[in-house]
């Protein structure tokens, strides 16, 4: 069974219900963003939302096995449907661009290993969804994660991708309880 997928298959909007979905932006070699959410009476519910702090990054085998154990403790708690990522686009410095590599390549293991398919969505489609424009700038997406759940402060911005990753899947799912509550305009 193919494990990893491009794109959402969507779903009728009422298999939707109970549905757990964790969203994840491993931002840097040294952190990673985490947001696990639900879909509950129709509505979005979120569950956790934190970020792993990898203290071992002179250390990559610790490093990855810091990730590994982060994802089989939220699998096994939280048992979700499915795990999303941003498709890397290949900028930024080679050796942050292969850590997060590895770092993506040791969840989807363990995805795989319990069953879990991994999405991969691009950023321009996570930033439609989520502010309602591919060219969206981060502070769109930030300002519609803390409105969608009534945040007064965001928390950090790896966070707020993780949970625009999770719920743009959810769109592509089928749900439609969401909306842009912080629209993008062009300039």
């Known amino acids: ?10 779903n009728d909007p009422s298999k939707l219900e109970g549905m757990i979905v964790i969203g ?3 931002s840097s070699y040294k952190n990673c963003g985490w947001c696990i959410l639900k879909i ?14 990898l203290t071992r990054e002179q250390e990559d085998i610790g490093r990855l096995k810091d990730v590994y154990d982060q994802t089989q403790a ?3 708690e939280f048992k979700p449907s499915a795990l999303v990522v941003e ?4 900028g930024g410095l080679q050796f942050v661009r292969n850590n997060l590599s590895e770092t993506v390549g040791v969840v989807k293991l363990c995805c ?3 069953n879990v398919k991994v999405y991969e969505v691009s950023p321009a489609h996570i930033k439609k969804i989520i502010a309602g424009h591919g060219r969206a700038k981060k502070a769109h997406i930030k300002a519609n994660i803390m409105a969608t759940f009534g945040l007064k402060k ?5 966070e707020c991708d993780a949970a625009a990753f999770a719920i743009s899947h959810l769109v592509d799912m ?3 309880g969401y909306e842009v509550k912080a629209p993008y305009k062009e300039p």
């Open 154 to 158: 965001a928390g950090p911005e790896h």
């Open 1 to 10: 069974m193919d494990q990893i997928a491009q794109a959402a298959e969507p």
């Open 112 to 114: 795989y290993l319990n």
């Open 40 to 53: 509950q009476d129709g509505k979005l519910v979120l569950l956790k939302k934190f970020t792993l702090v």
């Open 24 to 26: 994840l932006d491993p």
């Open 87 to 90: 498709r890397s686009m290949g």
């Open 174 to 176: 089928g749900w439609q």
């Open 74 to 76: 939220l699998l096994t």
